[in-house]
């Protein structure tokens, strides 16, 4: 079973950038349509982006579109979401994950969809 480790968490000022990292281990993630998803206190976890094997395809929340970019290196094993103009409404602990369906260019926007979730690194934007 895929073992995911994110990174890059952190606290930043408003209008900030940060680039987390999910990075698995025990098998590749090469061929899995990888998903980001975001969960603040008290609530729900959110869709933040996905991105199918290939990187072809992606998507995301209307809330972050053009300000994140989700991206992968297979070789790597390591999928990326890079955050600009961080918000303080982005605050929250952001988890990577993983559905194991190989090589398909369908993208995932469910939390229901994934099967391998990392244990998740806050990030923080102060106003």
């Known amino acids: 079973q895929v073992q995911l480790v994110e990174s890059g968490g952190g606290l930043v000022q408003a209008g900030g950038s940060l680039r987390l990292s999910c990075t698995a281990s025990?098998?590749?993630?090469?061929?899995?349509?990888m998903g980001w998803f975001r969960q603040a206190p008290g609530k729900e976890c959110d869709f933040v982006a996905t991105?199918?094997?290939?990187?072809?395809?992606?998507d995301y929340a209307d809330s972050v579109k053009g300000r994140f970019t989700i991206s992968r290196d297979n070789p790597k094993n390591t999928v990326y979401l890079q955050m600009n103009s961080l918000k303080p409404e982005d605050s929250a602990v952001y988890y990577c994950?993983?559905?194991?369906?190989?090589?398909?260019?369908?993208?995932?926007?469910?939390?229901?969809?994934?099967?391998?979730w990392g244990q998740g690194t806050q990030v923080t934007v102060s106003s």
């Open positions: 994950a993983a559905k194991e369906t190989s090589y398909t260019r369908t993208i995932y926007y469910n939390v229901g969809d994934y099967d391998n």
């Open positions: 025990r098998r590749s993630i090469s061929s899995f349509p």
């Open positions: 991105i199918n094997w290939s990187g072809s395809r992606l």
